[in-house]
């Protein structure tokens, strides 16, 4: 797909992954609608022609202003990002439900919902591409945030099932599944701490910036799945090959939480 004149909505554009994306489509010829819970940062994020829909992603009316704004403003949607998410470190023996819940709300529940209303507007036009960002959590469970896994797996799961369900309507499914990317992901955790051994990893950490044209370049060449950085894929073979050798290796970084 080119970008090139094309209307891409972004969800959590205000900052990190979802805030380099908005940069990165933009350089590439694309209409933005932006949405987040900061009106600063999506100003921050957009240029002066971008939609901003500043709001709570779990509510209703943030979800239809965002899509009813950018169709009022640009008559199309060609790309919806969904990026929005939250993460809570902690086992899921005793994490508070609630806590669970709303990583569910927003991760999973908020994103099919917003969805469903922009896919209705592709299947009419036969085109469109769906984007999901998971992690590579949602391939490999992080026994560290167990919650924030399943949630992600959940969405790889609805991403895939969506690609089959909209083949015959011209509408794609991507799903994009980061490692460590340098943004305030851990300040912004409903609770807990990561792991020691995870912490000391984050020097590994690719920037924002990076996994936003690895996600541009995906949505150009109609890609299925994104892994980035690519050594990710390594890890998601060694689970394959060797599931029991990875869940102890992962089990005793576990035991430094």
């Not at 004149?5 to 933005?32: D, H, M, N, W, Y």
């Not at 541009?216 to 998601?236: C, F, I, M, Q, S």
Request: hydrophobic share 45%; with cysteine; aromatic share 6%.
């Amino acid at each position: 797909m080119r970008i090139d004149g094309k209307v891409v909505l972004i969800t959590g554009a205000s900052e990190g992954i979802g805030a380099a994306c908005a940069a990165e489509f933009q350089r590439a010829g694309a209409r933005l609608s932006l949405t987040a819970r900061s009106e600063e940062g999506l100003r921050r994020s957009g240029s002066d022609a971008a939609v901003i829909t500043a709001g709570d992603l779990t509510s209703e009316d943030t979800r239809r202003r965002a899509v009813d704004r950018t169709l009022d403003r640009f008559g199309a949607i060609d790309i919806l990002i969904n990026n929005a998410g939250v993460g809570a470190y902690g086992h899921s023996w005793n994490i508070p439900m609630e806590q669970a819940r709303r990583v569910m709300e927003l991760n999973f529940f908020a994103l099919l919902a917003l969805t469903q209303l922009v896919a209705q507007h592709m299947r009419k036009r036969e085109s469109g591409t769906i984007v999901n960002v998971s992690s590579i959590g949602g391939l490999v469970t992080l026994p560290w945030m167990t919650i924030y896994s399943a949630s992600k797996y959940a969405l790889v799961a609805l991403t895939e099932g969506m690609r089959m369900e909209l083949r015959r309507d011209g509408v794609r499914t991507m799903l994009v599944c980061p490692g460590y990317v340098k943004t305030a992901f851990q300040a912004h955790v409903m609770g807990g701490t990561a792991p020691e051994g995870v912490i000391k990893t984050r020097r590994f950490a690719i920037p924002a910036e990076e996994c936003a044209r690895a996600i541009r370049r995906g949505v150009e060449r109609d890609a299925r799945t994104v892994v980035t950085p690519l050594v990710g894929w390594l890890l998601v073979a060694a689970v394959r090959l060797f599931p029991s050798a990875v869940e102890a290796r992962m089990a005793k970084v576990n035991e430094t939480a």
